[in-house]
C-alpha cells in the first residue's frame, strides 16, 4: 500500500461538482493519469491525476477538506 | 537558438523584473518579483547584472528544456529540483546544455520558486519592465503565464560566476510555521474599535485558497468597526470609506472577518478601510507563505520599517561581496 | 448652496509603511476636498522631489509612493505638510487647465442587463434591475429620469485607479442633487469591459472585464484603457482619462452605439475633447452657469 500526496495546497475536492459522483469511489481501479481529484488554489481547479495503478483502499481527506502540499490524499493498494 | 522550450508551465510561473514603476497614478500596479530577497540571490547565482528578468514559479516549478549552454540558479521555495533526472542543489550555480531539462520536485516549504538564467528572459519590454501582469495581460510572455509548448527568448549571457558557486547558510531564508510580518498601523484604522486593532494583531491568521499575486486573503477571527454615521460617498458598509487610494502591503478588513493583504498585482485603490501596511522588506515573507499557512501581525513604526528595507539591502550587499569575492 | 460652505476639516498624515504616504483630506466626499487633492498634487509635481515615484491624487485624499532609499517618508510629509498650506487653500485666482470630453453611453443595453441579472442575488433588491433600484432610492418616478439626471451636468475625475484606467466620476451638482446608490452587498465575479456603473457618488467606466461592485447601469462603445495604444487618443497614454477631466456622460441609442463601435474597431473613432479653463472658485459659486457654459463650449 502507498500514500498519494498532494502536490498543491488548496481546499481539496472529490467531485467535479457539488451534484456530481465523485471521480473514483473507495475500492474502485485507477490507471496512472486517471483523474481522482481536484485541488482549488488561486481560483483554479487543478486536476489530481493518479501516478501510479491499483485500487483506492482509502480517501485521506473528505470533500471540501483543506490540504498541504505534500499531505497525504489517498492510500492506493497497488497491483 | 538563444531561447528555452517549457516542457511544463508548473502552477502560475511567470516572467518578472524589478517591476514596472510610475504608472501607480492611472491604476497600473508595479508587479513585479514578490519575493526580491530569493529573486535577486538567483540573478546573483546566475551572473546576471541587476534586476534581470527572470521566472517566478507557484508552489509547482515549471520544466525547462535548455537549447544552449547556461548557468541557471534556482531559489526561494524549499522544493526539490532536478537537472536531467538528477538531483541538483538550489541556492548554486547550476551549468546546463543543450538538451538539459530542469525539473521540479514536491514543495517541502515555502510558497514561490524563483529560476534565473544567465542572459536573463528577453521577452520586450513594456512600459520599461518585462514584469507580467495579468489583469490586462501586458509584461512577460505574452502577458500571462507559462505554458507547455512556449519558447521563451533569452539574452546574451554575461559572465557567470563559476559552477557550484553557492550561498553560505546563513544568507538562507527560513520558513516558520507562523510568518511574523511587522506592520505600520495607519491609514483609515480609526474605523477599528480599539479592542478590534488588539484582537486583529493577536490573531494568529491563515492564509485560504484565495492568495495570489494580487492579495492574500486570511481568516481566523473577526474584527468589529466603530459605529458612525456615513460620510457622505462613502457606501453604506461600516467597511467602506470615499474610495481612496491602496498602498501595496496595505490591509482590509471586508466584511469584518476577511482581512486582505494587498501585494504586487493588487487594485490601487478602492472603497474599504485599510487598517496598515505589511513594510516592503516583509512582503518576501509573505511572497513565500502559501494557501494553509500562518501569519501574525506586529505593530511597527515608519523608522523601523525603513530600516527593515536598509538591512534587507545591506544583507543583499554582503551576500554579492561574499559570492563576487 | 450647500457645497460652498463645506469646511475641511486637518488634513491627516498616514504612512502607508516605508514605501507609502497617505493624506486624508476629509472623510466625506466634496468638490472642495478634491480640488485640494489636484492643488497639492500637483504642486508636488512640479517640485519633482528626487525618490517621489508616483503621485496618486484620490476623491478627498491623496498618495504617494516614494523609494525610502531617497528619501525617508517623515521628509517627505514634512514637504507635504508646507506644499498644504502653500497650494491647498482655494484662491480665486486658480486655474486649472483640463479637457472637457463627450463619452456616449447606451444605458440599459442589454450586456450590463444580462450580467446584473446573473448576479441577483449579490444584490440589495433581487427583484429589479440596478437601474429601477437606483432610480428608487433616489427619488425618481421612472429610470428615465434618472438617466436624464446622469446626463444633465457633466462629471469630474477625481480619481484613476483600482484598474489602469478606471476613472472615478463625481457630478458637478450640489451635494442635495447628487445621485448615492450603495455597492452591490457581495461584489460580482464578472462585469463587461467598458461598463458603466454607480457606487457610493461616483460613476465610473470598467476599462477591463473582471470583477466589481458598482450598479451597473449601461455600457460606453469606447474605451477607457487601450494597453495596444492603437485608437489616437491613446498614443500618448494607455488610459484615456486624467484626473481633473471633465466628462460629459451623454445618452445614446442603440444605432449610434453599434456607429461608434465600429469607428472603434477600424481605428478611427476620436472622443470629442476641448481644451478649457476651470476655476474652482467660480464653480462652486455657480455651478449651473458653469456647466452650462462648459457643454457649449464642448458642443459649438
Known sequence: MSTMNAQLPGVFYRRPSPEQAPF????????????????????????VKADRSGIISKFLLGDGDEVEAGQGIVEVDEA | MNEVLVRSGGLYTTVQDAGRDGHYAIGMPPSGAMDRYSFTIANLLAGNPGPTAALEATYLGPELEFTDSRTVAVTGADC????????????MSLRVGPGDVLGFG??????????AISGGLDVPEYLNSRSTYKLTGIGGFGGRALAEGDRVPLGQAQDPPAEGTTVPEEFLPEFPDVVELRLVVGLCSYRLT?????????????????????????????????????????????ANVVDLGYPIGSVQIPGGNEPIILLNDAVTGGGYATVGTVVSADRDRVAQTGTGGYVRFNATDVDSAVQARQDRDAWLHKLRTVLTG | MAETTVRLPEARYEFGGDEFVFVELDREMSLQANFKAMAITGALRDRELEGVVDICPSNASYLVRLDPGKLHPTELVEELRRLEHSAGELDGTRVVSTRVVDVPVLFDDPWTRETLLR???????????????????????????????????PFIVTMLGFVPGLPFCYQMVPRERQIEVPKYVRPRTDTPERAFGYGGAFAVVYPVRGAGGYQLFGIAPAPVFDGTQSLPDFHDRIAFPRPSDILRYRPIDRAEYDHVRSEVEAGTFRYRIREVEFSPTAFLEDPDSVNRDLLEELYR
Do not use: C
Not at chain 2, 80 to 91: F, H, I, K, R
Not at chain 2, 210 to 228: N, Q
Not at chain 3, 135 to 153: M, Q
Open chain 2, 80 to 91: 526539490s529540483v532536478t537537472v536531467s533526472g538528477a538531483s541538483a542543489p538550489m541556492w
Open chain 2, 194 to 238: 480599539e479592542n478590534a486593532l488588539d484582537s486583529f494583531l493577536d490573531t494568529t491568521w491563515k492564509v485560504t485558497k484565495d492568495a495570489d499575486r494580487i492579495g492574500y486573503r486570511l481568516r481566523g477571527g473577526t474584527i468589529d468597526f466603530v459605529e458612525r454615521e456615513q460620510p457622505f460617498g462613502a457606501g453604506s458598509d461600516p
Open chain 1, 24 to 47: 473514483i469511489e473507495e475500492g474502485g481501479t485507477v490507471e496512472p493519469g486517471q483523474l481522482v481529484a481536484l485541488i482549488e488554489v488561486m481560483k483554479t481547479f487543478n486536476e
Open chain 2, 106 to 115: 514536491p514543495l517541502k516549504a515555502g510558497a514561490r520558486p524563483y529560476v
Open chain 3, 119 to 153: 448576479f441577483r442575488d449579490n444584490h440589495q433588491d433581487p427583484n429589479v434591475t440596478d437601474l429601477e433600484y437606483a432610480a428608487r432610492i433616489n427619488g425618481f418616478s421612472a429610470v428615465e429620469e434618472l438617466i436624464e439626471a446622469i446626463g444633465s451636468a
